[in-house]
């Protein structure tokens, strides 16, 4: 595809490996671009997608690293002097890539996070989770969740930049994440 190129989503349709979606491209050239096909030609062309990480702006790095890692997350990398300031690449254990982004800038302190709802975070012990907060002295709402036997646990706690991050413990034999199913009435 080139610039320029129109560029028509068709139908997108499920890989049969992992969680990638695979949409059909349907691209349509004004001109050759050094292509093997004739100017104008339809073309299919497949993309798999899928989400990487999520990019939170920190006002006070090494209190949001900290706040990080106590909830499990461990610093991979980082990368410094970016147009959005240094980034700090989390991951937690059982997830084989990073899943959260930290920006900082000192010149860009974070004045509003209202352009993000949440951040789900699943955990396999949410009372546990929760016990381990406390002891760094973050706090939850609910302190101590129930749920149904069928239901989730499910938690709150904002960051120290006021992000609001929802811990999950699913019930025994959901998935490691929401689907299709949940969805499904009964």
């Keep these: ?25 349907s691209t349509t050239s004004n001109t050759d671009h050094g292509h093997h096909e004739p100017a104008g030609r339809q073309t299919i062309r497949e993309m798999t997608v899928r ?33 959005f300031g240094s980034l ?17 800038d000192p010149a860009r302190p974070v004045t509003e996070t209202g352009g993000l709802n949440h951040l789900a975070i699943q955990t396999d012990d949410l009372h546990a989770t929760i016990a381990t907060l406390a002891a760094h002295g973050i706090q939850t709402d609910p ?25 999950v413990q699913w019930p025994e034999g959901h998935a490691d994440g929401m689907t299709a199913e949940d969805f499904r009435s009964g």
């Design 88 to 104: 700090t690449m989390l991951q937690l254990p059982d997830d084989p890539f990073v899943t959260v982004e930290l920006a900082h």
């Design 1 to 25: 595809m080139e610039p320029g190129d129109n560029v028509t989503l068709g139908n997108p349709s499920r890989v049969a490996q992992g969680n990638r979606v695979t949409h059909l491209l």
């Design 51 to 83: 989400t990487l990480l999520v990019g939170l702006r920190v006002t006070d790095l090494d209190r949001s690293r900290r706040f990080y890692q106590a909830l499990g997350y461990t610093v991979v990398g980082t990368v410094p002097d970016t147009p």
């Design 143 to 167: 302190a101590r969740p129930t749920a149904g036997p069928d239901d989730p646990l499910v938690t709150m706690v904002r960051d120290p930049d006021g992000y609001l991050i929802e811990l």
